[in-house]
């Protein structure tokens, strides 16, 4: 584990990684999670030749199986006694190993989709004292992690006791400092303060969670944005909107009516419009794009990872940035798509998804 954390954080983040003597199904969680993107190929026949028959938790010998817990074409129409009275054992053994291989691949593709590749972790962990003892290794890397790890995802699962190592929850441990008011103690997050219960990760995560009844919308805004930016966002005449049916934020307005944020009803994030112009003051969350694209930016067009100049160091995935020219003058605000150090590395695709720009060409968007 410490020599792939050397070599991801040694490389430019932008080439793949492959990962050269490590072909078996079981470590690839731990690979992926590592920033590793290729395993060695032939790993699945030189098992089959050993009669190693590989499953995600480890290996078993074919001589010692009874059944197989797998479900592939090979394991589905024989038993381990005609597999092993087969003439075609060590190609089918092989067929069994390469099918096991690219499940594993794709289920861990899926855990990426749905973000949830830390359970999957947790899962495997719990199948080997290898595994688990790559996971508490794993769990120390909390810095290296969180410098990759989206800022909200849909929910997550409280499995074991690694769930408090988790990026996202000494993320919020940490956000939570940001806060004052009443607070009650939350596992495996520590003192949360009841106003940001909405926020990611915890209604998501403590099911039943008892909401505040605070009438006092303002204060409700200013200390989610102090734990989502460190910093209350907003002026402070505001108009909140709030929704009649589920009694949530959903929007704030300055006095003249202009739009100032968007609360993402699932995470309670605030997704940045005019308060944008308060968080580029702050000099927080920064992506400073070249000159020559200014006037796209300002427009609202994408912003490309080949044009970023430097980003703030703490910019992870998902986070709302502000984008300024080479002056440090503000263009426009929106979604990061890459942590910091991905931005400065990545010569191709985009790296912020323009949300609200100084001069829109086209209508902004205002809802989530
Ligand atoms: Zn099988």
């Keep these: 584990m410490g020599i792939m954390k050397t070599a991801k954080e040694a490389l430019p983040q932008d080439r793949p990684l492959h990962l050269f003597g490590a072909g078996h199904p079981m470590f690839f969680a731990f690979a992926v999670a590592m920033g590793f993107d290729f395993f060695d190929s032939a790993a699945y026949a030189l098992y089959a030749k050993d009669d190693r028959y590989m499953t995600v938790s480890g290996t078993e010998q074919l001589p010692e199986l009874e059944y197989f817990p797998c479900c592939c074409p090979v394991c589905s129409s024989m038993t381990p006694q005609e597999l092993r009275a087969s003439d075609d054992r060590q190609k089918l053994l092989a067929q ?20 949830t590749l830390w359970e999957l972790l947790e899962q495997r962990a719990r199948a080997h004292p290898n595994l688990l003892a790559a996971m508490r290794e794993f769990a120390r890397y909390g810095k290296f992690l969180g410098k990759y790890d989206p800022i909200t995802k849909k929910h997550f699962f409280v499995l074991s006791e690694f769930s408090r190592k988790r990026p996202d929850v000494v993320a919020a441990r940490r956000r939570c400092r940001n806060v004052r008011g009443a607070s009650v103690t939350l596992k495996p997050f520590g003192r949360v303060p009841q106003s940001v219960f909405e926020c990611y990760p915890f209604s998501q995560t403590v099911p039943g969670i008892e909401k505040p009844k605070t009438r006092n919308d303002r204060q409700k805004l200013r ?18 909107d709030v929704s009649r049916a589920t009694g949530k934020m959903r929007a704030a307005y300055d006095s003249k009516g202009g739009l100032l944020a968007v609360v993402r009803p699932n995470d309670f994030m605030l997704l940045l419009h005019g308060a944008a112009k308060k968080l580029h003051k702050g000099g927080k969350s920064r992506v400073v794009v070249s000159d020559e694209v200014q006037e796209f930016i300002k427009q609202g067009k994408s912003v490309f990872a080949k044009h970023v100049v430097s980003a703030d160091a703490a910019i992870v995935p998902d986070q709302q ?9 503000l263009l426009a605000a929106g979604d990061a798509l890459l942590n910091a150090q991905e931005m400065a590395d990545f010569r191709r695709g985009a790296a912020v998804s323009v949300r609200w720009s100084v001069s829109p060409t086209r209508r902004i968007q205002e809802s989530p």
């Design 96 to 115: 069994h190993n390469l099918h096991v291989t690219f499940q594993e691949i794709r289920t861990i593709r899926q855990a990426i989709r749905e973000r």
């Design 223 to 240: 200390d989610v944005s102090l734990y989502w930016f460190g910093e209350d966002v907003f002026p402070e005449k505001v108009r909140i």
């Design 321 to 329: 940035v502000i984008v300024v020219n080479e002056n440090g003058e």
